[in-house]
Structure formats: structure tokens, C-alpha cells
């Protein structure tokens, strides 16, 4: 074995290993570390680590570090409500804090530049605990949990910060993940201590780690970050302008301007482009500068603690590492990551040897490399980072030499009882229902479900300037309304509101996904989009201005798919307070059913002219389409017509206005029912609550009562109707209401009589079984000993066969002939007694 490994994890003796041998505790564990060597041979060992490694190590002097969070006072743990395990340490964990202790002493001696080590602080009882026995692998009941983003959200969420004390020094302290979720709040240690514990019990090869980071992740400071929402806008509007360009398309139809004009243009268009894209960007540059956080004099030296996440399990591809304080992930080569000292899970625990001077974008985290990570405990069966073959090669040398092979201390359990989440938690997951994080030029606030009366779950608020002050958006979502309104988002410029809505809304008015407006006032501008698959008439789209309304329609049996309508403008002496028609155009797509000349594509109503204007799609081989011109006659007039001009035009003529007339304030109608509607809905808002959520379904909870109730009387019930022993000996006399002397001595006599015939008739059934079995045995004997000469092997196989079984009948047969007489006599002085104590005989038995 390598001796420079050998005395990174057991070096001299120390006092705690002085006191277990006092004790006899350790056995031939505390006797190997007796012979290791000391540490001037370790420190000759190993000449070429003795550098500074593993992050930025260089000491802080006169500089004055002030923390001032707003914080309450951290609550006091009760010893006595406490496990054992809280509060003392079992012989295995003593063993386990020697060697920590013994391996931090040689660290100390072997590195005095180096900070020290995140190795065995105090727990929330003030006992020192391991730090990987302070995980606890645990898988909790919710599918939310089983992915890491999950897990990291909640946590994030869940928890509050406490920054640490000394912002440069790893915490004296780190509380169990059971005493964090209790208290909700800790500092990064706590944070990554629980997080680190959901994501071993959801099968990931997770580790906390301890190092260094930038001042603003440590502060959980996100006001110079995009708001991840927004990225994520970005992000869609970009993949839309990217959409993939068909390969099969109809070529565009050739362009006959001049070509040097075009280029002209578009030479102008770029150098107005440059310049206002040079501008853009000097103004974005003035504003980063001024955003510009002042220089950190303690950069490198902020002690963070986040975790990482390894390849292999749970199909993860590539290493990651995950900040607790915000539930992001982040590559390994992230720049805010300035350094790492030591990483652990709950197996094992390995402290870096790589140099951190240009952050973590070079480190390896082979953790079976004995180069770059030293490890507490030699535990290569158990530890899943080491190669095969490094195995193999441990495992070869144990065979050969056996004396030169140190013990292997494996990790004791976790000291930490199961982590438990309730139902309530998970659902009220903010600290006090609601949390608030301010993004560069965003605001984004969250809030628990049924929290608020409207639903209202986020809300996002963007700004036009750094120190939030000129708001430019401000978007919502929804959960659990009975509106089924989804998303809100307000434009304060122009003070325009859109709201989108989710698919399930009651027919007609209500069949709308999103609704663009500025008030709710009619005859205002407004947008609506419906689901034209759920609605009869197929309406997709509804823009309404003051004097016009436009639709489009999805799937028609008529092929309509646009209609245009221009109104007249209201006036006090229009009659039900009606706008008129004074012109629609509807469009209609091919019908390949019908002949392209008669095949309508346009239709144009003048209502004020009564003029109609109807044309057709054109042919295939014809560039000029037909139409057809249609002039309303007035009533005075009375012009001849042929009977060809009556039956094709004039007919179908009044249908058409006889239809728009009827059709157009049917939808004003309809229109008037959304807005009233809405503002019905706003007024008196109203949230789902499932039949699975019985702490606020009253339907369900009632109902759930009423069930406990039923089960309660039913079991009450059927003890109140045990077997009544005297009931048939009763209804020989009649059921008499009262019993006299000589009745009682009768049912009496009876009871008994009828006790001691049923255990005589049991003892006669018993020996007549017995008898049997034991005649038929004798029989079968006989058989044996006449024929045993000319039976086969499988014949005596049967025979001896058929012999066990038989003796094993005669044998329980026996036992239970044997019991039955020894408890007879007992059952007929338990009888007794009982009808002696009987309150309906009692009175005549005495």
C-alpha cells in the first residue's frame, strides 16, 4: 500500500483514540492505527503535495466583513424531544470522529495554509457529528421529488437563508435535514445537506461540497440576473424565428424590380441598422457600467456550499452542479464557482488536491484518482468513484500479503431520523405562503396555492430601469379558477390587458382561450381567440375596433373563414342602443366539390347602398375571376324581371341579406354576453377545490365524517349484538321478560347439561378418529407383512409413505384428545361462574 495514503488516513494517535482503547472500544481497528506511522514520516512521504491546493487560500487581514440580514432569532432545540441519536455518539461514530480527527490533524500539519476542513461540527444538540452522517438518503412519496429539479425547487423554495456567521470560515455547526425542514431556514451547508439527501434517495450520485464561490451567489444575491422566465420567452420567440424552411414549397412569383434600386435600399436599410444597433449597444454599455458591482476585495475567499452531481445514475450525462439557495444548475466550468476544498455524500468523504487557482474549469472528479482527491476512508467495495482497477488491485494485494493491508473502516448509519414532508408543506412550500425575488429589471413574486382569493400563484413584473421604479409589464398566473383563466399579462404604455384561458369553459360565450382588451367597455378595441374545434360556428379569432369587426373561422362545412363587417358609429338616437351595418365582406376558401364558377370566393354586402357584390374563384386556366353584381331593388320600384334573373340572382340575393341582417346582431349579442360575463367572473371570483383535497373540500370532508361516523356505529353495533349464550334456552320458556327461582335453576341445569353433552360428544369424536386411524394403520401393517416379498421399491416407497402420515394423524389425534380432557373440566367451571355473575341469574343463584 502507497504510504503516502497510508498516512493521509491514519497518522499518530490521538487523545479520543487514547480514551476508546481506555474504554476497549475500537479492537483491532484502534490497534492498526497504533503502528501507522507518525507524522515527520508522513511529512517526508509526501514532499510533492505540500503545495497550496484546492481553492484560493490566501488569509484576510484588516479587512472588516460586515453581514447585516434581517433575520429573527434562530429557535432553541428541546434535548428532550430529541432522538438518542441527536444526542450521543454510538462507539461506531466515536471510532469514526478519531479518525477525522486524527486525519484533520495531519491535513493541518501537511497544509498549514489551507483552511480547515468541514469535518465534524456540531449538531443542533451540540454533539460533533459527522458530515456524512449527517445525510440521509430519502425518497419521499411525491412525484415532484424523484427529478433533481424538483428537488432543488423545493428546497430552494422551502427554506430560508441564513447567511454564516463568518462568511470567509466553513460554519462550527450543521443541523440535521429534519431539524432544518422543522425551522425552515439555514444557511448553504443546511441547505445542501438536505438537498443533497433527496437527491441520494432519488438515486442520484449527488455530494455536497465545500468551497468558494462569488460574493452574490453567497448573499443569494440575483438582482444583476435575467429572471429565468424571461429567458425562457426569449427563448420560444427565438425558435419561432427559426422555424425549418419546407423543401417542397411553390416558387415565388419572379420579381420585376430593378435590381440596383433593391440593392440601394437595402444598403440604406443596413447603415440605419448599423447605426441604430451601434447606438443600442453603446447604451446598453453605459448601463452594464453603471451596474457594474464595485470590486470584491474578498473574492475568493466567500465559503459556499452547493452540489454536485455525477454522470451514470439516473441517465445524467454530464457532471453538474446545483446551487441550493436558488434550485439553478450550473456546467462545472461555471465562473461563479471560484474554488472546492473538500466533497462528501454518505459514504465517503475526499478532500481536493487539484489546484483552484483558475476556478473549478479544470478540476477532474475522478474521485477513484488518488492524484487529485484524498479520501477518509479506504472503502473500494463500498465506494462506487473507484475503478475496477483499483479494486483489483486491493483486492490482490489483500490476498498476498495480508499484514501490510490497513483495516477498513466503513461510514456508520446516518445519526438523522427519516425525513418526513407533510402534504400541507409541499402545498404551502413559501415561508409564510409567499416569496419575493428581485431579477435585474424584474420582479418575481410567488405564492402558495389557495393562498389568495383570485388564485393568483405568480406574478412577474418587469421595469424599465435598474432600480425598479418605471414598471413596462406586469404578467400573472393562475391556478384553480372556475373561469379557467390561466394567464394575465398588462402593458402599462397602453394599458392594454391579455388574458389567456385554458381549454373547458362552458359553451358559447365562455369558449375563449385568450381575450385582448383595454377595458371591458364595448365598443373599445379588443382581440379574442377562441377553440374554434370546441365552438358549432368555428370562430378562431374576433378583432373588434370602434367602427369595424373582423373573424376568422377554422373548419367551416361552408369554407368561411373570414368575415369583415364595418359599423356605423353609435349614436343617442339609434334605436336598443344597436350599431347598423353598413358593409361585410366575407371570404370563402375552394370547394373542390363544385365548379370554380360557381364556387364563391367573396362576397361584399353594401347594406347602406343595398348593393351586393359576389365573386368567384377563377378557373385553372383564367387569370380574371367571375363576379356578379346585385342592385337591391326599393319597394316603390317595381321593375320586371325574367324568370331566369329571379331564380338565380334576385332569390338568393334577399336570402343573403336576409341572413346577414339576422346572423350579425345575434353575435353582437353573444359578444355583450363574454364581456358581461367577464365582468360577472372578476367580480366574484372562484376557485376549483378537487375531491381529492379533503382539507379544503367540504363536500369531501363531510363526506369523509359521515363514513367515520357510519364505521363507528357499526362497530359499536355489533359489539352491542354479541351471541347471547342464554338465547335459546330462553326461547323455550317464551322470552320471558322476568325469571323466577325455578326458572333460573333450569336454564341453569340446562346451559350446563347442554355444555358437558357438546364436550362429550367432541371427546367421543376425537377417539372414534383416533381409533380409525389407528385400525386402518394395523390393517395396512398386515398387508405389508404378507406381501412384502413381491413388493417393488415403489410400492414399499408408498407404503412407508402412507405409515408417516398415519402416525403423524394418530400423533395430533392423540394431542388433542389429551388437551380436550384437560380442558373440559375448566370450560364447565368457567360456565358456571359466568352463569353465577349472570345479572338475569344471579339474583336466583345465590
Not at 358593409?583 to 365548379?595: D, L, S, T, W, Y
Not at 338465547?727 to 333450569?746: I, N, S, Y
Amino acid at each position: 500500500m502507497d504510504e503516502r495514503r497510508k498516512g493521509a488516513t491514519i497518522g499518530t494517535e490521538s487523545p479520543k483514540i487514547e480514551e476508546l482503547l481506555q474504554e476497549g472500544q475500537g479492537g483491532r481497528e484502534l490497534e492498526e492505527m497504533e503502528k501507522s506511522p507518525s507524522r515527520e514520516a508522513v511529512s517526508t512521504a509526501r514532499p510533492a503535495l505540500k503545495r497550496c491546493l484546492g481553492g484560493n487560500h490566501s488569509f484576510c487581514c484588516g479587512i472588516q466583513i460586515t453581514v447585516c440580514p434581517d433575520r429573527s432569532p434562530r429557535p432553541e432545540v428541546d434535548p428532550s424531544r430529541c432522538p438518542t441519536s441527536y444526542k450521543e455518539n454510538s462507539p461506531q461514530e466515536k471510532l469514526l470522529l478519531a479518525v477525522a480527527e486524527n486525519f484533520h490533524a495531519q491535513y493541518s500539519h501537511l497544509y498549514p495554509e489551507r483552511k480547515p476542513l468541514l469535518l465534524c461540527p456540531l449538531n443542533e444538540c451540540g454533539v460533533p457529528k459527522f458530515v456524512s452522517t449527517t445525510l440521509r438518503p430519502t425518497l419521499l412519496p411525491y412525484p415532484e421529488l424523484y427529478s433533481w429539479e424538483g428537488c432543488a425547487s423545493f428546497v430552494s423554495d422551502f427554506l430560508s437563508l441564513e447567511p454564516l456567521d463568518a462568511p470567509i470560515d466553513p460554519p462550527k455547526q450543521l443541523s440535521s435535514p429534519t431539524w432544518v425542514l422543522q425551522t425552515r431556514r439555514g444557511n448553504c451547508f443546511d441547505f445542501s445537506t438536505l438537498l443533497c439527501s433527496l437527491l441520494l434517495g432519488a438515486g442520484y450520485d449527488a455530494y455536497c461540497v465545500s468551497g468558494y464561490a462569488v460574493k452574490e451567489m453567497c448573499l443569494l444575491n440575483q438582482s444583476h440576473h435575467e429572471c429565468p422566465l424571461l429567458l425562457n420567452e426569449k427563448k420560444e420567440k427565438t425558435e419561432e424565428q427559426n422555424s425549418p424552411v419546407k423543401k417542397y414549397s411553390v416558387k415565388p412569383p419572379k420579381d420585376l424590380c430593378s435590381g440596383f434600386e433593391r440593392m440601394q435600399e437595402s444598403k440604406q436599410q443596413a447603415q440605419a441598422q448599423a447605426i441604430i444597433l451601434q447606438r443600442q449597444q453603446e447604451m446598453e454599455r453605459l448601463e452594464m457600467e453603471k451596474e457594474r458591482p464595485s470590486p470584491d476585495p474578498l473574492l475568493g475567499l466567500w465559503v459556499h456550499s452547493w452540489v454536485l452531481v455525477l454522470s451514470g445514475s439516473r441517465e445524467v450525462a454530464e457532471n453538474f452542479f446545483i446551487d441550493p439557495l436558488t434550485g439553478k444548475s450550473f456546467p462545472t466550468v461555471e465562473d461563479c464557482f471560484v474554488g472546492v476544498e473538500s466533497i462528501w455524500n454518505h459514504r465517503n468523504y475526499w478532500v481536493n488536491m487539484q489546484d483552484c487557482r483558475f476556478g473549478c474549469s479544470e478540476m477532474s472528479y475522478d474521485l477513484g484518482d488518488i492524484t487529485r482527491w484524498e479520501y477518509l476512508l479506504f472503502d473500494p467495495w463500498g465506494n462506487p468513484a473507484l475503478p475496477v482497477s483499483n479494486v483489483k488491485a486491493s483486492a490482490d494485494l489483500v490476498d498476498g500479503d495480508e499484514d501490510k493491508v490497513r483495516f477498513s473502516l466503513f461510514m456508520p448509519p446516518s445519526w438523522v431520523k427519516r425525513i418526513q414532508i407533510s402534504e400541507q408543506d409541499m402545498e404551502m412550500r413559501y415561508p409564510g405562503g409567499m416569496k419575493v425575488i428581485q431579477y435585474r429589471k424584474a420582479r418575481l413574486e410567488k405564492f402558495a396555492p389557495y393562498l389568495l382569493n383570485d388564485g393568483l400563484v405568480t406574478r412577474l413584473t418587469t421595469y424599465k430601469d435598474v432600480n425598479c421604479i418605471q414598471p413596462i409589464t406586469m404578467k400573472e398566473w393562475f391556478q384553480h379558477r372556475q373561469d379557467y383563466l390561466q394567464e394575465r399579462q398588462l402593458t402599462k404604455a397602453d394599458n392594454v390587458t391579455m388574458e389567456l384561458f385554458r381549454p373547458g369553459r362552458k359553451p358559447h360565450a365562455s369558449l375563449s382561450t385568450g381575450h385582448r382588451y383595454v377595458t371591458l367597455v364595448p365598443e373599445t378595441e379588443r382581440e379574442m381567440e377562441f377553440y374554434s374545434h370546441a365552438r358549432a360556428d368555428g370562430l378562431a379569432k374576433r378583432v373588434e375596433l370602434p367602427t369595424e369587426m373582423t373573424e376568422t373561422f377554422e373548419q367551416r362545412t361552408d369554407f368561411l373563414y373570414h368575415r369583415h363587417v364595418v359599423f356605423s358609429r353609435l349614436s343617442e338616437t339609434s334605436d336598443q342602443g344597436q350599431r347598423s351595418i353598413e358593409k361585410v365582406v366575407e371570404r370563402f376558401h375552394r370547394n373542390q366539390a363544385k365548379p370554380a364558377s360557381e364556387d364563391t370566393a367573396e362576397r361584399v354586402f353594401l347594406i347602406s347602398e343595398g348593393r351586393i357584390q359576389v365573386t368567384y374563384h377563377s378557373e385553372d386556366d383564367r387569370i380574371i375571376p367571375a363576379w356578379l353584381s346585385f342592385v337591391k331593388p326599393h319597394d316603390s320600384q317595381k321593375q320586371p324581371f325574367t324568370s331566369d334573373m329571379v331564380s338565380m340572382f334576385q332569390v338568393k340575393a334577399h336570402a343573403f341579406v336576409r341572413a346577414i341582417k339576422c346572423d350579425f346582431p345575434v353575435a353582437l349579442i353573444k359578444l355583450g354576453a363574454i364581456l358581461a360575463l367577464r365582468e360577472q367572473e372578476e367580480r366574484k371570483i372562484k376557485l376549483h377545490i378537487s375531491i381529492y383535497n379533503t382539507a379544503r373540500n367540504e363536500k369531501a370532508r363531510t363526506h369523509r365524517e359521515m363514513k367515520a361516523r357510519l364505521a363507528k356505529e357499526e362497530q359499536v353495533r355489533r359489539e352491542q349484538k354479541e351471541l347471547d349464550y342464554l338465547a335459546p334456552f330462553l326461547a323455550k320458556l317464551g322470552d320471558p321478560e322476568t325469571l323466577t327461582r325455578q326458572e333460573a335453576l333450569q336454564l341453569r341445569s340446562d346451559c350446563l347439561t347442554d355444555l358437558k353433552q357438546r364436550l362429550i360428544d367432541k371427546a367421543n369424536l376425537i377417539q372414534a378418529c383416533f381409533e380409525k386411524e389407528t385400525q386402518e394403520l394395523q390393517l395396512k401393517q398386515q398387508w405389508y407383512q404378507k406381501n412384502q416379498l413381491s413388493m417393488s421399491k415403489e410400492d414399499e416407497a408408498t407404503y412407508l409413505a402412507y405409515c408417516s402420515d398415519a402416525m403423524f394423524r394418530i400423533h395430533v389425534l392423540k394431542l388433542r384428545l389429551s388437551r380436550h380432557k384437560d380442558k373440559a373440566p375448566q370450560k364447565y367451571l368457567a360456565l358456571e361462574e359466568k352463569l353465577r355473575r349472570d345479572p338475569r341469574l344471579a339474583a336466583h343463584l345465590c
